[in-house]
């Protein structure tokens, strides 16, 4: 089993929240149109971006209304 400091994972949270809100921006969207494109709130994308809410599906949909690769955002 590998274990990662919380410092650590806490690091990899942010770089991917980052990711996230840069490939939004990219794509022209504001958090209330993606919010709209996934059947979420807004508040929800803004928990996406913040690094609270992210698992793979949910990166995996966010990839699609962004028009990017999965890879690009992990």
Same mark, same amino acid.
């Given at each position: 089993?590998?274990?990662?400091?919380?410092?650590?994972?806490?690091?990899?949270?942010?770089?991917?929240? =980052? +990711?996230?809100?840069?490939? @939004? !921006?990219?794509?022209? *969207?504001?958090?209330?149109?993606? #919010?709209?494109?996934? $059947?979420?709130?807004?508040?929800?994308? =803004? +928990?996406?971006?913040?690094? @609270? !809410?992210?698992?793979? *599906?949910?990166?995996?949909?966010? #990839?699609?209304?962004? $028009?990017?690769?999965?890879?690009?955002?992990?």
């Amino acid at each position: 089993i590998i274990r990662m400091s919380k410092d650590m994972l806490s690091t990899e949270h942010k770089r991917l929240a =980052s +990711k996230l809100r840069d490939a @939004r !921006r990219k794509s022209g *969207l504001t958090q209330d149109q993606a #919010a709209a494109a996934l $059947g979420k709130s807004q508040s929800f994308v =803004s +928990k996406c971006e913040s690094g @609270r !809410r992210l698992d793979v *599906l949910v990166l995996k949909e966010f #990839a699609r209304i962004y $028009g990017r690769r999965l890879e690009d955002l992990i």
